[in-house]
């Protein structure tokens, strides 16, 4: 018989439903049934293409015995991370305060008043390698709770005072400026992985914010060895395993230093990202893999993650079946000489093997290999490749296909819609532009109330009961502001003004500083506020960054006065971790670098002269540069007031701060102003 999970929108909750546990989903009425019962609450959080997370439902929360013992003295919560990311981060601190550590599936134990006392991940069902099993802990928690009641209070109590005095100290309310940007980049150089690129040891993260930020300093500075450091990273990854090979996107993470072996889930924040920082690398030097890359991972999107509704999902599962009834990590991406003979017979199989990197020995598991393209000596035949690609990939999509999260987040297509609008713009594809409105679209019809209020999700063209939080307002911002300049339609830029007002009015703090939750939120044990940069930019970051932009298309002083105090953590953490504020670090690029303000005028929308002046802007390299298209007597954009025709000609004005160079209807005195790279034909 489904339990409470059955109504929800999630998919990970969802997954849960038929658990003989009796789950909750998170709400008030969850701890008034624990205080009634005077039982504690079991908190579970996971996502659902968490690998981990699923071994622990297959081991005890299916379990009968374990579910009849949960039920009977605990009160059980399950929680999607990606649904509410303000619950999974207060406790997430608390459980790396605690241990040191964190990740998902996370467990934790609290009183009926919402208190933590007793934190984990994944607990085995045996014990093993010195970790208890799961029933141990259950009954140790019991245990705990029924004899020493007293001491389990004051434990949770002295862990939230010490969470509520976790302030964060972020510096003075300023930009930083050469010196930190400069020490910032020094430390990233320390932590490079010269040999294979990317940054740090295994596991190794793609660093798509970092590479931003470096791209963005060489714009600034010329400095050789930014540029350097984000090609050689860029390339490594997109001839790893971490890259599909075959279907296009980007795994989660590789398990070792060589991109070799991906965490196989593939999300939709890390495509979106890798997308847009693959076409800024193209933008930057030409290169024809980042080119390829960037259309390859657009197209991924696209193909695999969009909704029926026209938003994208959020992910795609790890495991899949192996065609034996057995879930199993990677069975979709896999394969062994033997696949290939029978897919592409002997001789074309001979040449995959040696194209692809696959072995008799294998790079995965039980002889199976990730295909990589190794760097190598040999020319291939370019047709020939495609073919074998082409034939692998038609084989691959018979293979039982890994299980979509189909949850739409706001703040995740906020990013896709900013990748796919540039990305779009650059390679002349009009198709990943109209994905791009069409996602904008959906967030406008359903995740936006009366108010401008955003709900984070949606699923299956129904809106989720949760609020928005800070990265959902400033990335569905960002992804606006960079429709607008790619389409000239002002109506984006309203809607941005619309969020980003809420973040000034409801999420911004003392002195400046931002929280993840809105002031009239609900009310968690402690308000979250991270600035850290991790698998996504930051709430603070994102809406530092799209502050910045707003007030560049609009001359909103207060929105730029907003974006230089967010700065200010900025110039704290930088040169101390430059690994994670990597988007602040970006964004403080932009900042010092002005942004520009580009505008285009021109007689009409299709004439062909504006049309080169606006793709010239767009290609231009000046950090974060703004860019308005449109006609002199439009009124879609303020940057357009009162820009007129020379001899009634498209017209290209570059501005910073509303001071103005002098006019060209030249796109290359365009592109030279703007550094960008001159291009072939």
Not at 1 to 18: F, G, I, K
Not at 384 to 399: F, H, K, N, Q, T
Not at 465 to 488: C, I, M, R
Not at 588 to 601: K, S, Y
């Amino acid at each position: 018989m489904p339990n409470r999970l059955a109504h929800e929108t999630s998919p990970y909750l969802l997954q849960h439903a038929d658990n003989p546990v009796d789950w909750w989903p998170w709400s008030a009425e969850a701890f008034e049934e624990a205080r009634e019962r005077g039982v504690p609450v079991l908190l579970s959080v996971g996502y659902s293409s968490c690998h981990w997370c699923h071994v622990l439902a297959r081991e005890s929360f299916e379990d009968d015995v374990v579910a009849a013992f949960m039920n009977e003295h605990f009160v059980n919560i399950k929680v999607d991370r990606e649904e509410r990311p303000d619950v999974d981060a207060v406790y997430m601190e608390a459980v790396q305060a605690a241990t040191g550590q964190g990740g998902w599936p996370m467990t934790v134990f609290l009183t009926p008043e919402a208190e933590p006392f007793y934190f984990g991940t994944y607990f085995p069902p045996a014990p093993r390698q010195g970790m208890p099993s799961f029933r141990q802990v259950l009954e140790g928690v019991r245990a705990a709770w029924s004899d020493r009641r007293d001491e389990v209070a004051e434990v949770a109590g002295k862990i939230v005072r010490d969470l509520a005095g976790r302030e964060i100290s972020y510096g003075d309310s300023q930009a930083p400026g050469e010196e930190q940007l400069a020490a910032a980049l020094l430390g990233l150089t320390r932590e490079y992985d010269p040999q294979r690129g990317g940054f740090g040891g295994a596991p190794k993260f793609p660093p798509s914010m970092v590479v931003e930020f470096l791209l963005r300093h060489h714009a600034r500075t010329g400095a050789e060895g930014a540029l350097q450091m984000a090609q050689d990273t860029c390339e490594r990854m997109a001839r790893g395993g971490i890259h599909d090979q075959l279907g296009g996107g980007f795994a989660r993470y590789s398990v070792d230093r060589e991109w070799t072996i991906p965490h196989f889930e593939k999300m939709l924040y890390d495509n979106a990202l890798l997308c847009r920082v693959y076409a800024h690398l193209w933008r930057a030097t030409g290169s024809e893999l980042a080119r390829q890359v960037a259309l390859d991972t657009a197209d991924f999107m696209v193909r695999e993650l969009r909704t029926e509704q026209g938003g994208f999902a959020s992910a795609l599962d790890a495991d899949s079946d192996d065609g034996s009834g057995r879930h199993v990590e990677g069975a979709y991406y896999v394969w062994t000489p033997e696949q290939l003979r029978e897919v592409l017979g002997e001789e074309d199989a001979e040449l995959a093997a040696r194209y692809f990197g696959v072995t008799e020995e294998g790079t995965f598991e039980h002889g199976q290999s990730v295909l990589q393209l190794p760097q190598q000596d040999t020319v291939f035949d370019a047709g020939r490749i495609e073919s074998i690609r082409r034939r692998l990939l038609d084989a691959r999509a018979l293979r039982p296909a890994p299980g979509r999260d189909d949850k739409v987040v706001a703040a995740w297509n906020g990013l896709a819609i900013a990748a796919l609008a540039e990305t779009g713009a650059y390679f002349d594809r009009p198709d990943l532009v109209d994905a791009a409105l069409g996602a904008a679209d959906l967030l406008v019809r359903l995740h936006l109330d009366e108010q401008a209020r955003l709900s984070r999700t949606s699923k299956d063209g129904q809106v989720g009961a949760n609020a928005g939080v800070l990265e959902d307002y400033a990335d569905v911002a960002e992804g606006f502001l960079a429709l607008a300049s790619v389409t000239g339609e002002g109506v984006w830029l309203d809607f941005a003004g619309f969020l980003l007002d809420h973040v000034l009015s409801r999420f911004t703090g003392e002195g400046g500083a931002l929280f993840d939750t809105a002031a009239d939120a609900e009310r968690l044990i402690r308000r979250p506020q991270d600035p850290t940069d991790n698998a996504v930019p930051s709430g603070w970051t994102a809406a530092a960054g799209a502050l910045l932009s707003y007030a560049a298309q609009t001359g909103a002083e207060p929105h730029r006065a907003a974006a230089e105090q967010a700065l200010g953590v900025v110039k704290a953490l930088g040169p101390r971790v430059p690994r994670f504020i990597g988007w602040g670090l970006a964004v403080a690029e932009a900042f010092l670098d002005g942004p520009r303000e580009v505008a285009v005028v021109g007689p009409s929308p299709t004439d062909r002269a504006t049309r080169d002046l606006h793709r010239t802007a767009l290609l231009g390299n000046a950090p974060g540069a703004v860019v308005a298209v449109g006609t002199p007597d439009s009124g879609e954009l303020p940057l357009l007031a009162d820009r007129i025709l020379v001899a009634g000609e498209a017209t290209a004005y570059v501005c910073r701060h509303f001071t103005c160079d002098a006019p060209t209807t030249d796109a290359e005195a365009l592109r030279v102003a703007l550094g960008g790279r001159a291009l072939d034909g």
